[in-house]
């Protein structure tokens, strides 16, 4: 069975810095895309494949093709790095049984209507209401965009919102 070694939230999913710090501070042996536009589009599945790493496995799902690899052997055998493109299929995914204990948030994108928690993490407040319902199943959140910046945890950074 695979072992989840870093969960993370960000909407460019596979570039420099997942590639040459997280892969590396987690100690990932694979990486996990789950976003259904990307995975139903060959194109976009070969550019992020064209940032891995040497050595380093690759697979990207659908949200429905996530939760039956994870159910059938929970992504294989190596440590995994799971990657979401966003926030909604971070807690689909949660609630359908892709269990994690932590869910680090690296970027969101800055989009109207929602609100700035920290550089380009950026949350409405449907997605406030999801990360909550993740902390409260047990998993730690917390916002850190890349491998050199300092970690802010999820209770301090909810303080920042304003619905």
């Keep these: 069975m695979g072992k989840i070694v870093l969960t993370r939230i960000d909407n460019r999913m596979i570039h420099g810095q ?3 710090g997280w892969i590396g501070k987690s100690n990932a042996g694979k990486i996990v895309v789950v976003d259904t536009v990307t995975a139903d589009n060959e194109m976009m599945r ?3 494949f064209l940032a891995v790493p040497v050595g380093v496995k690759f697979s990207v799902y659908t949200r429905e093709e996530a939760i039956k690899e994870y159910q059938k052997n929970e992504f294989g055998t190596e440590t995994i790095m799971l990657i979401f493109k966003n926030i909604q299929t971070a ?3 949660y609630q359908a049984g892709i269990k994690f204990t932590s869910l680090q948030i690296g970027g969101t994108g800055v989009r109207k209507g ?3 928690l920290e550089g380009p993490i950026t949350i409405t407040q449907e997605e406030y209401r999801q990360l909550e319902e993740i902390h409260a199943a047990g998993a730690e959140i917390y916002l850190q965009q890349t491998v050199q910046s300092k970690s802010t945890k ?3 950074a909810k303080r920042k919102v304003k619905f």
């Design 18 to 20: 997942v590639a040459s």
């Design 91 to 93: 807690c689909e995914c």
């Design 114 to 116: 929602a609100q700035v």
């Design 46 to 48: 070969d550019l992020l």
């Design 154 to 156: 999820w209770d301090e």
